[in-house]
């Protein structure tokens, strides 16, 4: 089935209808978006007749589980967080094992994540506050220090069965925003630079504190753009 939410697909499908006339923006630079895993608000620049940026208010993202201890065989221990950003994100920041995305290169995060994700899945499965259907972890995100000096995290995504995302992930840098705000680490109002395995770049911002449910959220927002090829 489809995912809740994806952010790439999002700022690339925005792009490609507004460029090539399927949509009519009632108020122009904004849109209103249905996706499985709620409403999301559109912002968008032009230059010309091309978008040149697209900025996704997000749905509600927040810290799902911490501190989940798996044995990964071959490899070694890892402690592991969870976030939610539009899908449920195991989050695994360098430590003993795992030294890096360069370290460990792309090979084998192919190779560990579905074990990762397989690992984590059998100690929790954890469940959207306001929608049941939305459960379990899909994504592992592999976070690392920046490369570039004006930017503030960098990330490997492993998605579906074998597959590394080339953006920086719009759900998991959401995902990524909540799991740093519940850590004290970033605070409403900052922005986060995200890059991805291949250098490309998301700008993420906390824009407000919420409520889930019982749950303490965020408001993500997530900004990028969409080149059409082909």
């Not at 249905?34 to 996704?56: L, M, Q, S």
């Not at 030294?99 to 899945?121: H, Q």
């Amino acid at each position: 089935g489809c995912l809740p939410m994806c952010g790439h697909g999002t700022i690339g499908i925005v792009t490609f209808a507004l460029e090539n006339g399927l949509i009519t923006p009632r108020e122009p630079g904004k849109l209103r978006l249905e996706v499985p895993a709620g409403v999301i608000d559109i912002a968008y620049e032009t230059a010309g007749d091309k978008v040149t940026a697209v900025k996704i208010r997000n749905v509600p993202a927040y810290l799902a589980e911490e501190g989940i201890r798996i044995d990964v065989p071959g490899f070694g221990p890892l402690t592991i967080d969870v976030a939610y950003g539009g899908n449920f994100y195991a989050i695994v920041e360098p430590q003993g094992a795992y030294a890096g995305i360069d370290a460990l290169g792309a090979a084998e995060i192919l190779r560990l994540s579905p074990i990762v994700r397989t690992l984590v899945r059998e100690k929790v499965e954890p469940v959207h506050p306001l929608d049941p259907t939305i459960r379990g972890v899909s994504h592992v995100l592999w976070a690392d220090a920046p490369r570039a000096p004006d930017a503030d995290g960098r990330n490997a995504v492993f998605y579906g069965d074998r597959a590394i995302d080339r953006s920086p992930c719009g759900t998991g840098t959401s995902a990524r925003l909540a799991h740093l705000a519940a850590k004290g680490r970033l605070k409403v109002g900052d922005a986060f630079v995200h890059e991805s395995i291949i250098g490309s770049r998301f700008t993420g911002r906390v824009e407000a504190q919420v409520e889930l449910g019982e749950r303490a959220a965020i408001i993500p927002s997530v900004q990028g753009s969409a080149v059409a090829t082909g």
